[in-house]
């Protein structure tokens, strides 16, 4: 019996430290938000994270990971988005140059829609001075799911 606490107990820790690291900020750069224009190409609304696909000005083809929570708290619908639509994103780029972003909030038909109001949390800075002080991002991701 007390092994398999044991056992459970662990794999509890474990679970929530990959999912701790998961969540976190880390992979992007919250210091210094972009903004992007362009079309969309497609939106997949699908928990936990939809993924919306732009084709920028420069026909650069992004991957934006939008933060489902505050889109459905914000009151957007699923289909506000549909492909060939125009659009402004605004957001936190990868930290490695990849063309990929989290969401902050984007503009669509003349109307901005502010779906992330807590970027900036303490975990996402602490990673943030972290990785801006020379530590790697696989070091930082590893040791938050260590420590959580």
């Known amino acids: ?21 998961h969540h976190s900020f880390a992979p992007y750069d919250i210091r210094n938000p972009i903004e992007i224009t ?7 609304y699908r928990r936990p994270h939809p993924m ?8 650069v083809e992004w991957e934006i990971e939008v933060p489902l929570r505050f889109w459905d708290r914000a009151g957007i ?3 506000a988005i549909k492909p060939g639509d125009e659009l402004m994103v605004r957001g936190f ?14 503009e669509l038909n003349g109307t901005f829609y502010s779906v992330h109001e ?22 930082v991701l590893e040791r938050y799911s260590e420590s959580e």
């Open 77 to 79: 619908t699923q289909d």
């Open 52 to 59: 919306l696909t732009l084709l920028d000005d420069e026909n």
């Open 93 to 106: 780029p990868a930290r490695n140059g990849d063309p990929e972003m989290a969401m902050g909030g984007f």
């Open 118 to 139: 807590e970027v900036g949390q303490r975990s996402g800075n602490e990673a943030a001075d972290a990785i801006e002080s020379g530590e790697s991002l696989e070091s």
């Open 1 to 21: 019996m007390n092994f398999k606490l044991t056992i459970i107990t662990l794999w509890s820790l474990m679970v929530t430290g990959y999912a701790f690291a």
């Open 38 to 44: 362009g079309v969309a190409e497609d939106f997949v």
